[in-house]
């Protein structure tokens, strides 16, 4: 594996561990109601902004994660569940395609100078 590899699989470890942290810290601000606090407050900015950041790393770790594993052989049905993307409950979206196949070339590019 490369080094440029090597750090992909680094990178998807480390936010992986503060996507379960931020995930726990959101329990508890549940837990202690910040989510009822008034719109201005400092509680309630915490609680929003922890989301925020949440979705976002969650979103990139998918991308990250879907092109990391096709550049290891993987075929998207072994690595997405196969959840439903559209139909009754579902709240899943599709990956950005165009966002998966730029971070392969930056990882492709990068393997092939090595090389």
Not at 35 to 51: G, K, M, P, R
Request: aromatic share 14%; with cysteine; proline share 2%.
């Amino acid at each position: 594996m490369t080094k440029e590899m090597l750090e992909l699989k680094s990178w998807l470890k480390k936010s992986g561990k503060e996507i379960h942290k931020r995930k726990h810290v959101l329990k508890e601000h549940q837990r202690h109601g910040y989510d009822t606090y008034a719109w201005n407050s400092l509680q309630y900015q915490t609680f929003i902004d922890n989301i925020a950041f949440l979705r976002n790393l969650q979103w990139e770790y998918r991308h990250m994660h879907i092109a990391y594993s096709e550049l290891r052989g993987h075929t998207r049905d072994q690595i997405e569940a196969s959840y439903p993307y559209e139909g009754m409950g579902s709240y899943r979206q599709r990956p950005d395609e165009k966002w998966i196949d730029a971070i392969k070339k930056i990882y492709l590019s990068a393997c092939s100078q090595v090389v």
